[in-house]
């Protein structure tokens, strides 16, 4: 029984072959694989970004981009897009850049990294590989 149970256990791990990660880019970043944005991913970017608004209820939304990764062996998405809540303290005309993370876990928990800085926003999407567009108006859906 003893050497049956020794060799299940070591047939199930014979099967277990790690997968290397991807490689890291010269800045020391992770570049993500892009995908599409499902209702249910926009959902929880704009349910999250919302959080984060003054007047969220007026917020539009522009182009929003994706991607995943998995970081320090957690998966995550991340995304990058334009707001327009109406109420831009910057005097721009309402487009702010914001940059996300989405942890698919069973809460589908959303971080804002940073919101309304073009150029910090801006190079943090590029660095991983999401390069917006410039700002616009319409709205996204």
Same mark, same amino acid.
């Given at each position: 029984m /003893?050497?049956t149970?020794q060799?299940?256990? *070591? +047939?199930?791990?014979?099967?277990?072959v =790690?997968?290397a990660?991807?490689?890291?880019?010269?800045?020391?970043?992770q570049?993500?694989d892009?995908?599409?944005?499902?209702?249910?991913?926009?959902e929880i970017?704009?349910?999250?970004? /919302?959080?984060?608004l003054?007047n969220?209820i *007026? +917020?539009?939304?522009g182009?929003?981009? =994706?991607?995943?990764?998995t970081?320090n062996?957690?998966?995550e998405i991340v995304?990058c897009g334009?707001?327009?809540d109406?109420?831009?303290?910057?005097?721009?005309?309402?487009?702010?850049p914001?940059?996300?993370?989405?942890y698919?876990?069973?809460?589908?928990s959303?971080?804002l990294? =940073?919101?309304g800085d073009?150029?910090?926003?801006?190079?943090?999407?590029?660095?991983?590989?999401?390069a917006m567009?410039?700002a616009?108006t319409?709205?996204?859906?």
């Amino acid at each position: 029984m /003893r050497k049956t149970v020794q060799l299940l256990s *070591a +047939a199930s791990l014979c099967g277990c072959v =790690a997968a290397a990660p991807p490689p890291l880019e010269p800045d020391g970043t992770q570049r993500v694989d892009p995908i599409p944005i499902s209702l249910a991913l926009e959902e929880i970017i704009t349910a999250g970004v /919302r959080q984060h608004l003054r007047n969220p209820i *007026a +917020a539009k939304f522009g182009t929003m981009l =994706a991607g995943e990764r998995t970081l320090n062996g957690r998966h995550e998405i991340v995304v990058c897009g334009y707001v327009d809540d109406k109420s831009s303290p910057s005097g721009s005309d309402g487009n702010e850049p914001f940059i996300g993370k989405i942890y698919p876990d069973p809460g589908n928990s959303f971080e804002l990294v =940073a919101i309304g800085d073009e150029a910090s926003v801006g190079g943090a999407c590029r660095m991983a590989g999401l390069a917006m567009p410039e700002a616009n108006t319409k709205p996204h859906r």
